[in-house]
């Protein structure tokens, strides 16, 4: 018999509670020392939040819990291979391993978007759907100068 | 004399009260019907939120204003070109077009990790820095059948 993952077995129980009720059917744990510290699952429509995959609701709810932005040390744990917004956000955090189960294509054969965000990442600006144009630079580098001489800045 | 657009220098106004605050040095606006609906500056050491770039306060802040996961006939300004996190938030949010000044690589220069994170998405999984494993691929395909059976989803 083959040894169930505790942490990856919760983070499914969360899709599939998720699933049954008003969430997508996407679930993550966040795991310190061997123990679930957040949850998370995908609350898009019921919260009228385009951000609130599972993986993110878990990250910004590990960090409360924890008083801070850097979970260094953390593992997550997610039903299903993140979005490239949500592994975005697990650099951006400093997590350290992934586990997941189902794939990107998982999703894409159940409408989800996540393979087609995937390859418009990849493309140059001016070849994606969404079209991006640039303007005023200079303007905007002010801010980066304060920064720059900023002295007191906390660098994440 | 070059005409400039309010909403970019809005949002330019923004990333330098943020980053001569206690914020990053980002702010976006979204914009619908030529009107700002929601603006955003970053606030990620200030609220331990790593997912707080500007972009994704400021879709955020426009989802519960215009009671809504979906932005479509909204457009985005923002300081600085979107990190792969806030760029995949603007896809899900469905918003059309996007505005920035700064790019990625001003954004390098004063030690932000847009331009790596870039990288990373573009690699294959067993190449990246953060290691991702799979596991339990089959129980957690369980939430997906259930999704597709359902009768009362709700799709984005």
New interface residues.
């Given amino acids: 018999m083959i040894k169930?993952?505790p942490f990856?077995?919760r983070a499914?129980e969360l899709?599939?509670e998720?699933?049954?009720t008003k969430g997508?059917?996407?679930?993550s744990v966040i795991v310190k020392n061997n123990k679930i510290v957040a949850e998370g699952s995908n609350k898009?429509?019921m919260n009228?939040?385009?951000?609130a995959h599972g993986e993110?609701v878990a990250?910004?709810d590990a960090?409360?819990k924890l008083?801070?932005?850097?979970?260094s040390g953390c593992d997550l744990y997610s039903?299903?291979?993140p979005?490239?917004?949500c592994?975005?956000?697990?650099?951006?955090?400093?997590?350290?391993?992934?586990?997941?189960?189902?794939?990107r294509i998982?999703?894409k054969?159940?409408?989800f978007?996540d393979s087609?965000?995937?390859s418009?990442?990849?493309k140059d600006l001016e070849n994606r759907k969404?079209?991006?144009?640039?303007?005023?630079?200079d303007?905007?580098?002010?801010?980066?100068k304060?920064?720059?001489k900023?002295e007191d800045k906390?660098?994440?």
């Fill in positions: 169930k993952n990856m077995i499914i899709s599939i998720s699933a049954k997508g059917p996407f679930g898009v429509t009228n939040d385009p951000t993110i990250i910004r960090c409360q008083n801070t932005f850097n979970l039903s299903c291979e979005c490239p917004m592994l975005s956000a697990i650099y951006w955090s400093r997590i350290e391993n992934v586990f997941y189960a189902n794939t998982d999703a054969a159940i409408d978007d087609f965000i995937y418009e990442i990849n969404i079209k991006m144009y640039q303007m005023h630079r303007e905007a580098l002010e801010a980066f304060i920064w720059e900023k906390i660098k994440y």
